[in-house]
């Protein structure tokens, strides 16, 4: 969340240190969280009883935060490696935190038989509490990167994950009995 902030901080304010911490932030998490096997952020590195240990689990969130920040360091610095990463990033945070598609409401008798839809799926042993700030963060991160992929070069390269995100949004409020 640092990286995606203190690039929005340099972009309101213009002060390159705000630049310069974004990019440091957004290296050490790639560098010391970035699970290479499923394109996914672990969620932190703790001290126990004096000793590092790292918390492999992974929340929707962290990989939402360092999509969003790949986005605009992309935008600002005009870095390929922003884009590529946070595409990455959006590939694996589709397998990894929405479901294939499936019907919606399935027990219900009112939803048309072709009715189908991505779902938030859990990958975290926490499920419930990867709930809706965890995932908003997720869909704010994926929209992110559609938005800046599109100003920047005139079209999004892929926004089949912008569709996968607002599709889980809505399903989910479809399913809760909301419109």
Not at 121 to 132: E, I, K, M, T
Not at 156 to 165: P, V
Request: hydrophobic share 35%.
């Amino acid at each position: 969340p640092y990286a995606w902030a203190a690039t929005e901080m340099y972009q309101i304010s213009g002060d390159q240190s705000y630049l310069n911490n974004a990019k440091m932030a957004y290296d050490w998490v790639k560098t010391k969280l970035w699970n290479k096997d499923r394109n996914l952020i672990e969620d932190k590195w703790y001290l126990e009883q004096g000793e590092a240990k790292r918390d492999t689990n992974m929340f929707a969130y962290n990989t939402g935060c360092m999509i969003g920040a790949g986005a605009l360091l992309y935008e600002e610095t005009k870095d390929e490696t922003y884009l590529n990463d946070a595409y990455d990033l959006a590939k694996g945070s589709s397998k990894g935190f929405f479901s294939e598609r499936m019907r919606i409401r399935s027990n219900s008798p009112d939803a048309p038989a072709d009715a189908t839809g991505h779902y938030f799926a859990f990958v975290s042993p926490q499920g419930d509490s990867d709930r809706c700030w965890f995932r908003s963060n997720l869909v704010k991160g994926i929209y992110t990167l559609y938005e800046v992929d599109k100003k920047v070069n005139g079209q999004a390269r892929d926004d089949s994950y912008t569709r996968i995100a607002l599709n889980a949004v809505a399903v989910g409020a479809v399913n809760a009995g909301r419109s």
